[in-house]
T-cell receptor, first 114, second 110 residues
Framework: DGGITQSPKYLFRKEGQNVTLSCEQNLNHDAMYWYRQDPGQGLRLIYYSQIVNDFQKGDIAEGYSVSREKKESFPLTVTSAQKNPTAFYLC?????????????FGEGSRLTVL | QKEVEQDPGPLSVPEGAIVSLNCTYSNSAFQYFMWYRQYSRKGPELLMYTYSSGNKEDGRFTAQVDKSSKYISLFIRDSQPSDSATYLCAMSEDDYKLSFGAGTTVTVRA
């Protein structure tokens, strides 16, 4: 089945711990994105990558890190430097050949810091 | 001021009513406009896409873009309980980096 797989769906973390969220896609899309969603604030861009081994900061990159070693994978690490990490995290992909710029989203990972 | 403003609602309507959603924006360089639908605990999915100004219709859904007023709208006719979701507007200059509204939560009562 083609799609985007995010794991884990739910994650609890103690303050001061780093945590890595996984995003894997088999759509053969070039671009991948990480968004954070908070109630009443919509989606905010954390990082994005348009090709392997290259990525750019989004609007709220502080306290986060990413890597893009393979086309299929774009993991996000939430570090202890992120002041308010409790949120719903969404991974998305975009085809380089798309003429609409449509983003395809995974089902999300909900992170709760205890 | 946020780049994209969207009233978060919530909005509750009876089945069969017309749902009207809108967003305003400040960046005059935006030229790609989208509406995404997000069901509870799921990722958003693209509902409508419009390039530049104009109207687009797809079944019960109509998207309108007025670039002169920096205002976009989504209308849902003959609303159904299955339309209950959060609707997010999104827009971009270049088809890559999208700016999203806060999302409006809609409930259609049977």
């Amino acid at each position: 089945d083609g799609g985007i797989t995010q794991s884990p769906k739910y994650l609890f973390r103690k303050e001061g711990q780093n945590v890595t969220l996984s995003c894997e896609q088999n759509l053969n899309h070039d671009a991948m994105y990480w968004y954070r969603q908070d109630p009443g604030q919509g989606l905010r861009l954390i990082y994005y990558s348009q090709i392997v081994n290259d990525f750019q900061k989004g609007d709220i990159a502080e306290g986060y890190s990413v890597s893009r070693e393979k086309k299929e994978s774009f993991p996000l690490t939430v570090t202890s430097a992120q002041k308010n990490p409790t949120a719903f995290y969404l991974c998305a992909t975009q085809s380089g050949g798309s003429n609409t710029g449509e983003l395809f989203f995974g089902e999300g990972s909900r992170l709760t810091v205890l | 001021q946020k780049e994209v403003e969207q009233d978060p609602g919530p909005l509750s309507v009876p089945e069969g009513a017309i749902v009207s959603l809108n967003c305003t924006y400040s960046n005059s360089a935006f030229q790609y406009f989208m509406w995404y639908r997000q069901y509870s605990r799921k990722g958003p999915e693209l509902l409508m896409y419009t390039y530049s100004s104009g109207n687009k219709e797809d079944g019960r859904f109509t998207a309108q873009v007025d670039k002169s007023s920096k205002y976009i709208s989504l209308f849902i006719r003959d609303s159904q309980p299955s339309d209950s979701a959060t609707y997010l507007c999104a827009m971009s200059e270049d088809d890559y980096k999208l700016s999203f509204g806060a999302g409006t939560t809609v409930t259609v009562r049977a």
